[in-house]
């Protein structure tokens, strides 16, 4: 299996800019996570799906955030308008199940100017 | 969320030193799990504790649960460099602790 897999690795971009940041869970895994690390915030859980289907939204910072899964290997995490202050390693992990280890994917390091 | 602190923040040892960090929760947790993440890259799932009192080994890691299952530890025998990167517990609801910052002094 490739693991999880993010794209893209990296990304600048300018204040203002709509962000796409994609992930391609483990097949079969059912849940999956975004998370984002800062030094200051260490790795915060933004959102978590479970079967495709939003379950903990509360560490989505503010509307300018909002996170999709169209279906069991896809997600996406958007941010629209970027602010320098969203820079970050934003995280994709999924898991089998509850109970079980996380995998997360590289990471992509977003840099908002 | 869920609040699980890690202690130290920070940690610099010398090569062949023993380190430990410990993990500290605000609920009981039903199990924790412990990552470790190398400089530049993602966090990696070491081990899982769900027995209250449980200890595991790795090698030179040991891993311990709490009797009361609030508090976790993880402790590292004569360190390598290979030990470098930062360690999270994770607990209640996928929650991540605060992450200890492990240097080894060559």
């Known amino acids: 299996d490739a693991g999880v897999i993010q794209s893209p690795r990296h990304e600048v971009t300018e204040m203002g800019q709509e962000v796409t940041l994609r992930c391609k869970p483990i097949?079969?895994?059912?849940?999956l996570f975004w998370y984002r690390q800062t030094m200051m915030r260490g790795l915060e859980l933004l959102i978590y799906f479970n079967n495709n289907v939003p379950i903990d939204d509360s560490g989505m910072p503010e509307d300018r955030f909002s996170a999709k899964m169209p279906n069991a290997s896809f997600s996406t995490l958007k941010i629209q308008p970027s602010e320098p202050r969203d820079s970050a390693v934003y995280f994709c992990a999924s898991s089998l199940e509850v109970g079980t280890p996380l995998f997360f994917g590289p990471g992509t390091r977003l840099t908002v100017l | 969320g869920q609040q699980v602190m890690q202690i130290p923040q920070y940690q610099h040892v010398q090569e062949g030193e023993d380190f430990t960090t410990y993990c500290n929760s605000s609920t009981t947790l039903s199990n924790i799990q412990w990552y470790k993440q190398r400089p530049g890259g993602h966090p990696v799932f070491l081990i899982q504790l769900v027995k209250s009192g449980e200890v595991k080994k790795q090698k030179r890691l040991t891993f311990q649960f709490g009797e009361a299952k609030k508090n976790s530890s993880l402790h590292i025998t004569a360190t390598q460099t290979t030990d470098v990167g930062t360690y999270f517990c994770?607990?209640?609801?996928?929650?991540f602790g605060t992450g200890t910052s492990l240097t080894v002094i060559p």
């Open positions: 994770a607990g209640h609801k996928f929650y």
């Open positions: 097949s079969g895994h059912d849940y």
